[in-house]
């Protein structure tokens, strides 16, 4: 709504934004983002979602409308400007301690202590990329601000990385600014948090652990570049708790997964970045975002058919809301991920199973009645207003033919649109018969995948690197 005001303003013509109560902070600080920071919005009292029709009715006209006449006919102030610091300006000298406290007095912090970023060590990350360090890489919303080579660097100092990180920040950021991910909705309600998935040789040269504990903090790149992507979000893309970042409980970064290359290649299975298009052996990172997830403990059997009926049922209790990225929403956006531990992967291997056939199997099994999918549309919540049948979806050109095969309530129908959609990996404790399934955000952070470009004399920087 923010976004279609502000074109009609750079066009000459009133506007004012209908915004929820909630909202409002989000309303102004997008506002500055998209260069209108006195951009007229009308509150709505409370949440539309709680009250009846003749309390919302009650509200508008008492509150709302006013407010909407007022900004159509009546010049808003103007706004002050805020400048912000060019890049290579000194904001500060002092300690440690008063860095970190006026790091986290500006909100430019996580609340947790930041390494400084002196010139000198943000050149030292800079040696690590061909490209200059004011080159723009993209614009990353809601603050369109530019992304670009430095700030990657001072983030990547802040958030404690090492200067041979830095090929994998900048892959990462050119994945953020990937329009597909939809890095604007990241501050969304539900509030996911992105997983950033790594994949190819540089797994073993920076030192990822793709074993043991591979979700868990205490692997210096694993930890320090999944706090770089939330230092960024915040720094860079503008969401802050309290302002843009609008969720209602939260999730705080993820470590890096890593995959485990090397039983993938044993079993004869393609990488999570083969199956994201690229050829095996590149150096990739995958982002997409996820509202939560939960492991699927001690998986029974010495086959594929003895272990798969139990994975499908962890994937599909995953999923509630979510389906109306499946159907709704964004229809064939949902992309649920699967983690796999080494043994498990192998013995479903071993039992003549391909990854395609996994993805198969779960989109066969994975499976609601259709009754219950249409409550969590349009019963449960107001995904998909009005009620609608899987029936009526179909017929409107919003749900693939397979949802209306018949009129049966208690028919099964998955909760995919396709079994490509959904995404394996596998990771974790080589010896234990656990998995993981993580319920996707749709659209809202859909899956982007980027090569991870290298400088010249790679080998040789981070021999030096290593040795410093």
């Given at each position: 709504m923010l976004r279609a005001a502000a074109v009609a303003e750079s066009a000459g013509v009133p506007s004012t934004s209908?915004?929820?109560?909630?909202?409002?902070?989000?309303?102004?600080?997008?506002?500055?983002?998209?260069?209108?920071?006195?951009?007229?919005?009308?509150?709505?009292?409370?949440?539309?979602?709680?009250?009846?029709?003749?309390e919302l009715k009650q509200n508008v006209l008492e509150v709302t409308l006013q407010s909407v006449i007022d900004n159509l006919t009546i010049d808003p102030?103007?706004?002050?400007?805020?400048?912000?610091?060019?890049?290579?300006?000194?904001?500060?000298?002092?300690?440690?301690?008063?860095?970190?406290?006026?790091?986290?007095?500006?909100?430019w912090s996580d609340g947790l202590p930041i390494v400084p970023p002196t010139e000198a060590k943000i050149q030292d990350f800079l040696d690590f990329t061909e490209r200059d360090p004011h080159e723009v890489i993209g614009t990353i919303l809601p603050d369109n601000r530019s992304a670009t080579p430095w700030n990657v660097a001072v983030n990547g100092v802040m958030a404690g990385c090492r200067p041979e990180y830095m090929p994998v920040l900048m892959a990462l950021v050119e994945a953020m600014a990937d329009p597909e991910y939809g890095v604007e909705h990241s501050g969304n309600t539900p509030g996911?948090?992105?997983l950033i998935t790594i994949n190819g040789p540089i797994i073993k040269q920076l030192g990822f652990n793709y074993e043991q504990g591979a979700m868990r903090d205490g692997f210096l790149p694993n930890s320090s570049i999944g706090r770089f992507w939330r230092l960024y979000l915040r720094n860079v893309a503008g969401f802050l708790l309290h302002q843009n970042d609008k969720g209602t409980y939260g999730n705080t970064w993820r470590v890096v997964l890593a995959e485990n290359e090397d039983v993938v290649e044993k079993i004869g299975w393609e990488p999570n970045s083969v199956d994201m298009g690229f050829a095996a052996g590149d150096n990739t990172v995958t982002i997409s975002r996820y509202t939560g997830g939960d492991v699927i403990t001690s998986v029974f059997g010495n086959k594929a058919e003895q272990m798969l009926p139990y994975l499908a049922d962890g994937v599909l209790k995953q999923n509630g809301w979510q389906l109306s990225f499946t159907i709704g929403i964004a229809t064939g956006t949902l992309r649920p991920l699967l983690l796999l531990s080494p043994v498990l992967a192998e013995t479903i291997a071993k039992s003549g199973y391909?990854?395609?056939?996994?993805?198969?199997?779960?989109?066969?099994?994975?499976?609601?009645?259709?009754?219950?999918?249409?409550?969590?549309?349009?019963e449960y919540t107001n995904l998909v207003p009005g009620q609608r049948t899987l029936q009526d979806m179909v017929n409107l050109g919003k749900a693939p033919p397979q949802f209306a095969e018949s009129d049966?309530?208690?028919?099964?129908?998955?909760?995919?649109?396709?079994?490509?959609?959904?995404?394996?990996?596998?990771?974790?404790?080589?010896?234990?018969?656990?998995?993981?399934?993580?319920?996707?955000?749709?659209?809202?952070?859909?899956?982007?995948?980027?090569?991870?470009a290298l400088p010249d004399g790679w080998d040789a920087k981070l021999r030096a690197a290593k040795a410093y």
């Open positions: 209908l915004v929820c109560e909630g909202f409002v902070g989000q309303a102004g600080t997008t506002s500055v983002g998209l260069g209108y920071p006195n951009l007229s919005v009308s509150m709505v009292p409370g949440h539309v979602d709680t009250q009846s029709v003749e102030e103007a706004a002050a400007a805020i400048k912000e610091p060019e890049p290579l300006d000194i904001v500060f000298e002092g300690t440690f301690e008063e860095v970190n406290r006026l790091y986290y007095e500006n909100g996911a948090e992105t391909s990854k395609a056939d996994v993805r198969q199997y779960l989109y066969d099994h994975a499976r609601w009645p259709a009754w219950k999918f249409e409550q969590y549309l349009g049966d309530p208690d028919r099964l129908v998955p909760i995919v649109c396709s079994p490509d959609d959904f995404m394996i990996v596998v990771t974790g404790d080589p010896m234990r018969t656990n998995a993981y399934a993580f319920a996707h955000n749709g659209m809202l952070g859909y899956p982007v995948a980027k090569k991870i």
